[in-house]
């Protein structure tokens, strides 16, 4: 009996509210949005304007828990998305002004806008800033509210998510991850430096909201994994080149250094050709 396998094959589209910003992925639905189309998504305020960054293709991946896109958007639609960010851009000058007449240290991070919230509850600006400890900014939210005309919030963000909101560029050139793809912070120890043989210098390991780099958490289970295998510095093998001993490890490569005992000379050579077990099993089947 032959058996067959069925590949359910659904369509994704990534939809950006900010240049260059993170992307959302939609199921477009009976919609077919090209790159640069403005489109509508549902948000929990109401359907928003995004922008399409990637148009809408077959993935083999499984589509059912994807936000369906509303519509495209309309001139209407466009209209109010310029009135949101004009409003942002107001509320954004306001908050920093009033925070350097309360001399509050205070920094402001990013700024939302709702023209009417849900509920009917009228419009709301939520500031988003960050600060080296609590701040009382009760008499600033009653400033803001006077001047913006609409209920006020203000939310403290941490490092992290403060990086995550603003975006920025990393040490190695990229984008930075918690801005475009990262749904949650993973805990990232000094321990996951130290095992991949990095220089515990914080300039070299710290991303830009000065901790950890996420990515140190990328490759630790490759070294974790190499580590428990591989013949740890110092060990005596026995290599296609002759004996020697263990020197160093390169983790990428797959390989160990090895000091040769003829000539002191080193070379590099493969884990699983010093492996006991690898070796073990060739002189069983030689």
Not at 91 to 98: D, E, P, Q, S, Y
Not at 155 to 171: E, T
Not at 204 to 231: D, N, V
Request: aromatic share 6%; glycine share 8%; with cysteine.
């Amino acid at each position: 009996m032959t058996r067959v396998t069925v590949i359910r094959m659904g369509m994704l589209c990534a939809v950006s509210f900010n240049r260059y910003g993170r992307l959302f992925y939609f199921d477009p639905g009976d919609l077919r949005p090209a790159v640069g189309d403005r489109v509508l998504v549902p948000t929990d305020d109401g359907p928003e304007v995004a922008e399409c960054v990637w148009a809408a293709q077959w993935v083999t991946d499984e589509t059912e828990g994807f936000p369906r896109l509303v519509a495209m958007a309309a001139d209407d639609d466009l209209r109010r998305d310029e009135l949101l960010r004009k409003r942002k851009a107001e509320a954004k000058v306001a908050a920093k002004r009033l925070i350097r007449d309360h001399e509050l240290p205070m920094k402001v991070v990013a700024v939302d806008h709702v023209l009417d919230s849900a509920g009917g509850q009228g419009a709301r600006t939520t500031i988003y800033f960050t600060a080296p400890h609590r701040v009382d900014f009760r008499s600033l939210v009653r400033d803001l509210g006077a001047t913006l005309h609409c209920r006020v919030e203000l939310r403290q963000l941490s490092a992290r998510d403060s990086a995550r909101v603003q975006g920025g560029i990393g040490s190695c050139g990229r984008d930075l991850c918690c801005a475009t793809f990262l749904n949650d912070f993973e805990p990232v120890t000094i321990r996951m430096a130290k095992d991949q043989d990095l220089p515990l210098n914080p300039l070299r390991i710290s991303g830009a909201c000065g901790r950890l780099m996420c990515c140190l958490k990328y490759e630790h289970p490759l070294y974790s994994q190499f580590q428990a295998t591989a013949p740890a510095v110092g060990a005596r093998v026995s290599t296609p080149e002759g004996e020697g001993r263990v020197v160093g490890h390169s983790v990428p490569r797959d390989a160990v250094i090895v000091r040769m005992d003829a000539d002191g000379s080193r070379c590099s050579c493969s884990r699983a050709s010093v492996c006991g077990s690898r070796q073990a099993y060739e002189e069983r089947h030689a």
